[in-house]
């Protein structure tokens, strides 16, 4: 599928006359589209009766109109168009009159809701189809019919397809194109197949389906007053039932072929839906439901333009930060996103119901939350931070129809890596543009030491295909990084291998794996910097509470920490140790934090955080810090921006492979502010130092677009921060929760 985008505006009228032949909805609201927009000079209509032609003049949608195309076919020369809006069934009929009238010079289109057998009738009627003629269809019905219902505006951003083929002229091609363009269409090219197949599915098998289903009520049910309580549902569900008889009787037949298999796969899924009511499956039917809405919602965000909290987001977003003021109040952050991606794998692979609160709703863990549901787990939710996972055991899982979309989420792919080797299916792993280009081999290298079957893209990048069937073995892993992803990608491989798996960590990193695990009553050993577990046990579904992520509640400390007059204090935050270096390194730069409240939840420790302005000062980072703080320091850099005097980092060259390479964006943009960041191949040296105004670019990193946000506090102007689309990978209330506590945030659409 190709989209056409409009080259011109129109100042001169783009045709000369448009002959609309069949004057009902669709040929009406093209001519009366053209005349609002000064598009054409004339609209001729031709109508099979007298009345329409009539009333078509009346109303004003045509100038002039007849019964007859031959009694102005004789008018008509290159530069006009002939629109034929009739029944399919009836465009051949008409090809048949044009050919005996029409000149080859004039274009011809149509708007026929199937094009293959209008292709085959032009074929009967010319040899071939000819160069003047471009099939077309608007997506843009309405169960309104007649000329009654034209609507000059009818076409505004709805989708026009067009089929061209090979014998198909190019500058009929593309006036046909612009005058779709003129009334406010979005121009796709398909092949006729193609939309023959797609139009089957998402048009003419819902169409069949209304008309059966208010057929059914209508004849079968056999209670007269039906149609009396039938309100809500029957009405949202049934409206395309009221559309035209005619044109809908010959889209089934013209399309049979492609109608017929759509209504095959759904008489399918209905006759399993009915088993699954007949036998009380509510496993079933919550599968069949939950996945249904999801897809729905997603297509709802998709008409409203939204980022679609899965996948993902389409439209870009950038923000433009006013400078100066402070934050104040009392914010709950959202919830863990590392624990929340875990929380759906375990939850997945346990027996019996796990049920989650406060988990993340932002795109990374909502990947992890589509991929089990691709794999057949049935998940409700999220709900406000519900959700409530029917867990299918460790070898519950089914093959997924398709590849496994992971987003910008590394930490789904990595270790969901751990755990699908350890299936009896194959299965494939890809990621939008910035997973594209991280490094898998980390994770692929001591999945093949198990015995794993896997095959990386260029580079040992994604996509991923995991080969079913391996009998995984235990390692004794040695990381040569610190990396939680890596580590738990090889444990989890663990669950699946025969014998015990040991992995041994350069530095301590996130444990939440490890602490899950044992929450979901499997033994995990860990002992200094390993940690070892047998594979065969099993896991038994549990609860979980989600803390706030301090890797979010990180940009409102530093905020805090820099803009004077702040006192942020930031409810329910994860202060796991392996979690709490960012902590560590503001209070060593002399930032105000007191901690409060301190309690365990779910086997996480939590606390509230206060944070208020204090002046801070540069530091050489200890390295013993890093993997504490590893997703913190985009914010850190900024703190140190705004310190007197240099901070050092060394020893955190796996900034360089996050979601981008974090020391090069940081740098970057703190240059652009005015601040002197000089990259070091494993950390940077910041000078503290004035932020000016400017543009940045986040490189599609939400940690970078949230940073350079909290910066504007201490920018002499503006900050504009460039595609911060993201953010609602780890951060969906960041807008909001910004301004709620005094960042002056604006959100510019692209
Ligand atoms: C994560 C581990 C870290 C971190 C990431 C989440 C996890 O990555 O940066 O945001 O949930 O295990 P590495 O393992 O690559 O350090």
Same mark, same amino acid.
């Given at each position: 599928m190709t989209q056409i985008t409009p080259t011109q505006t129109i $100042?001169? !009228?783009?045709? $000369?006359k448009l002959v609309v032949i069949g004057i009902g909805l669709i040929g009406g609201s093209l001519a009366l589209g053209l005349k609002k927009r000064f598009a054409c000079n004339e609209v001729i209509g031709i109508a099979r009766r007298e009345k329409t032609c009539e009333e078509a003049i009346a109303l004003g949608v045509v100038d002039r109109a007849y019964t007859s195309l031959a009694e102005v076919a004789g008018e008509l020369c290159a530069g006009d168009v002939i629109f034929i809006s009739v029944p399919t069934l009836s465009v051949k009929t008409i090809l048949e009159e044009i050919k005996t009238c029409?000149?080859?010079e004039v274009t011809l289109t149509d708007g026929a809701s199937v094009k293959g057998n209008v292709q085959l009738a032009a074929q009967e009627v010319y040899g071939e189809v000819p160069a003047q003629f471009v099939l077309g269809h608007p997506i843009a019905g309405a169960e309104k019919s007649g000329v009654s219902a034209a609507n000059p505006d009818l076409y505004e951003h709805h989708r026009v397809i067009l089929t061209p083929l090979s014998t198909t002229g190019v500058t009929h091609f593309e006036l046909v194109t612009k005058l779709w363009h003129a009334v406010g269409a979005e121009v796709l090219t398909m092949t006729v197949a193609e939309h023959d197949e797609v139009l089957a599915a998402t048009s003419h098998l819902p169409h069949a389906i209304a008309y059966s289903l208010v057929d059914t009520l209508a004849q079968d049910i056999g209670n007269p007053n039906i149609f009396r309580y039938a309100a809500g549902g029957f009405r949202d569900f049934t409206r395309i039932a009221s559309s035209d008889p005619i044109m809908w009787h010959d889209i089934m037949r013209a399309n049979k072929q492609s109608v017929l298999h759509a209504l095959d796969l759904f008489i399918d899924n209905l006759t399993r839906l009915r088993t699954g009511i007949e036998t009380e499956d509510s496993e079933y039917l919550l599968g069949v439901f939950t996945r249904a809405k999801v897809a729905r919602d997603h297509f709802t965000n998709m008409l409203a333009k939204r980022a679609f909290v899965n996948s993902m987001s389409t439209q870009k977003i950038d923000y433009v930060v006013q400078p100066g003021g402070k934050v104040v109040g009392t914010i709950r952050v959202p919830g863990d996103k590392s624990i929340s991606h875990r929380s759906i794998m375990l939850g997945s692979l346990a027996e019996g119901i796990t049920e989650v609160e406060g988990f993340l709703e932002g795109e990374d863990a909502l990947a992890t939350l589509q991929a089990f549901r691709d794999m057949g787990v049935v998940i409700e939710g999220p709900i406000n931070g519900y959700v409530k996972i029917h867990g299918v055991g460790l070898h519950g899982l089914k093959a997924p129809s398709k590849s496994l979309y992971m987003g910008n989420s590394g930490t789904t792919i990595r270790l969901m890596s751990g755990i699908l080797s350890g299936q009896t299916f194959d299965v494939e792993m890809s990621g939008d543009e910035s997973l594209a280009k991280r490094p898998m081999n980390r994770v692929a290298n001591p999945l093949r030491e198990m015995g794993a079957q896997i095959d990386t893209g260029e580079?040992?990048? !994604?996509?991923l295909k995991i080969r079913g069937g391996a009998q995984l073995k235990a390692i004794n892993y040695v990381m040569p990084m610190a990396s939680a992803q890596v580590k738990s990608c090889v444990l989890l491989a663990g669950l699946y291998a025969k014998g015990t798996t040991r992995v041994t960590e350069p530095a301590p990193t996130r444990d939440h794996t490890e602490r899950m695990l044992t929450g979901f009553g499997y033994s995990v050993k860990r002992e200094g910097a390993v940690a070892e577990l047998t594979g065969g046990g099993k896991l038994i579904g549990t609860k979980i509470e989600v803390p706030s992520d301090i890797s979010s509640a990180t940009f409102f400390m530093v905020a805090a920490s820099i803009a004077p007059g702040s006192d942020v204090t930031l409810t329910h935050v994860g202060i796991n140790p392996t979690r709490i270096g960012v902590i560590n390194i503001l209070r060593l730069m002399g930032g105000d934090l007191t901690l409060s409240n301190e309690r365990t939840v779910g086997g996480e420790p939590v606390a509230d955080i206060r944070v208020r302005y204090a002046p801070l000062k540069g530091i050489r980072i200890p390295e013993d810090q890093v993997p504490l703080a590893i997703d913190e320091f985009p914010a850190l850099f900024i703190a140190a921006a705004c310190a007197q005097g240099e901070t050092i980092l060394t020893g955190a060259e796996e900034l360089r492979v996050k979601e981008s390479d974090r020391i090069q964006s940081m740098a970057d943009g703190l240059q652009i502010l005015g601040i002197d960041a000089k990259p070091t191949h494993d950390g940077i040296i910041i000078q503290g130092g004035q932020l000016q105004t400017g543009a940045v670019e986040t490189h599609h990193d939400h940690r970078i677009a949230m940073a350079f946000t909290i910066a504007a506090l201490r920018a002499t102007g503006p900050i504009h921060v460039k595609d911060s689309t993201n953010v609602v990978t780890s951060f969906p209330t960041f807008v909001q929760l910004a301004k709620q506590t005094g960042i002056n945030l604006e959100v510019i659409n692209h």
């Open positions: $100042n001169a !009228p783009l045709i $000369n029409v000149s080859a580079g040992g990048r !994604p996509p």
